[in-house]
């Protein structure tokens, strides 16, 4: 047994493998004790079997323990007192969620617990949530990366990471070095930010960012410059058409208006047709 992923609930020790479809769960009393009676005392360790080899853990309260397993399966595990016997005796239950054709996890780092509810990147490329939606018996489990869902799909999120960080979703995709932020208050998708992240970290209330391709470590979303560079950035405007496509339009003036530092030169371009197909005028702002 290789130990690939640990979670407490309870202060119980959950020890899953990704070469083994079997759980160990410690007593909560003592992290390296493993055993347990028969019938199985509250408290005890405890050995749970499942029928594929795990991806990875997370509890989104305190009376129950997600497990993920391969592409699409996800089981809940609670500890329920036996029928028929005394208020201290207790047996682990697993039960499946039932969740849609490769809606698993990708891996334990792509797991995170978001106040009530778990998120995850599922193996179709989608950001799900599993909270509890409203007149319905069970917890759900809803893609909220629609509206971005092109950006998933495009997406490499190998070594990837999830972090919460004041109301904001964090997910990055390493090898694209981009990260996609979704602000949890407002429920709406920022636009991804290029940068060159694997794992990202919490220290005094701040974010920071490892990098994915040298040995050095960043304070994210500080000052006004990319680590004394300047920040490379795009503003998409959509097509205006006047509510008519076939009608045709003229103009020979143009408004630009934007907040500038002094020593910052923007080029602006003006597409016309789709992707600038009959033609494209550029300009710079200085």
Same mark, same amino acid.
């Given at each position: 047994?290789? @130990?690939?992923?640990?979670?407490?609930l309870n202060n119980q020790v959950f020890l899953g493998s990704q070469n083994s479809r079997t759980?160990?769960?410690?007593? =909560?009393?003592?992290?390296?004790?493993?055993? %347990?009676?028969?019938? $199985?005392?509250?408290?005890? +360790?405890? !050995?749970?079997?499942?029928?594929?080899?795990?991806? +990875?853990?997370? &509890?989104?309260?305190?009376? /129950?323990?997600?497990?993920?397993?391969?592409?699409?399966?996800?089981?809940?595990?609670?500890?329920?007192? &036996? *029928?028929?016997?005394?208020?201290?005796?207790?047996? *682990?239950?697993?039960?499946?969620?039932?969740?849609?054709a490769g809606q698993g996890a990708i891996s334990q780092e792509l797991i995170a617990k978001i106040?009530?509810?778990?998120?995850?990147?599922? @193996?179709?490329?989608? !950001?799900?949530?599993? #909270?509890?939606?409203?007149?319905?018996? #069970?917890?759900?489990?809803?893609?909220?990366?629609?509206?971005?869902?092109? =950006?998933?799909?495009?997406?490499?999120?190998?070594?990837?990471?999830?972090?919460?960080?004041?109301?904001?979703?964090?997910?990055?995709?390493?090898?694209?070095?981009?990260?996609?932020?979704?602000?949890?208050?407002? $429920? %709406?998708?920022?636009?991804?930010?290029? !940068?060159?992240? $694997?794992?990202?970290?919490? %220290?005094?209330?701040? !974010?920071? +960012?490892?990098?994915?391709?040298?040995?050095?470590?960043?304070?994210?979303?500080?000052?006004?410059?990319?680590?004394?560079?300047?920040?490379?950035?795009?503003?998409?405007?959509?097509?205006? @058409? @006047?509510?008519?496509? =076939?009608?045709? /339009?003229?103009?020979?003036?143009?408004?630009?208006?934007?907040?500038?530092? &002094?020593?910052?030169?923007l080029d602006v371009s003006i597409l016309f047709e789709w992707m600038g197909a009959k033609s494209?005028?550029?300009?710079?702002?200085?």
């Open positions: 047994f290789i @130990n690939h992923f640990v979670k407490v759980i160990f769960v410690s007593k =909560d009393t003592s992290y390296t004790d493993f055993t %347990f009676a028969s019938p $199985r005392i509250t408290g005890e +360790g405890a !050995l749970i079997r499942l029928d594929d080899t795990p991806i +990875g853990f997370e &509890s989104p309260d305190n009376e /129950k323990m997600l497990i993920f397993l391969g592409k699409d399966r996800i089981y809940h595990v609670t500890f329920e007192v &036996s *029928p028929g016997s005394t208020a201290d005796r207790e047996v *682990p239950r697993v039960k499946p969620l039932f969740v849609s106040k009530q509810a778990v998120v995850w990147v599922s @193996n179709n490329k989608e !950001l799900v949530e599993l #909270g509890q939606v409203e007149n319905l018996p #069970g917890p759900q489990a809803v893609s909220i990366s629609d509206p971005i869902k092109p =950006d998933f799909l495009d997406a490499n999120f190998t070594n990837g990471e999830i972090e919460f960080w004041r109301n904001n979703i964090l997910i990055t995709a390493p090898p694209d070095s981009k990260v996609f932020i979704y602000d949890l208050s407002k $429920r %709406f998708w920022q636009p991804p930010q290029t !940068l060159g992240m $694997r794992r990202l970290s919490q %220290f005094d209330g701040l !974010l920071y +960012g490892h990098s994915n391709s040298i040995a050095e470590t960043y304070k994210l979303f500080t000052g006004l410059n990319d680590n004394t560079n300047p920040i490379a950035s795009k503003a998409h405007f959509a097509y205006v @058409n @006047n509510g008519r496509r =076939d009608a045709l /339009k003229n103009f020979n003036r143009y408004f630009t208006e934007v907040f500038l530092a &002094s020593n910052t030169k494209i005028q550029t300009y710079q702002l200085d």
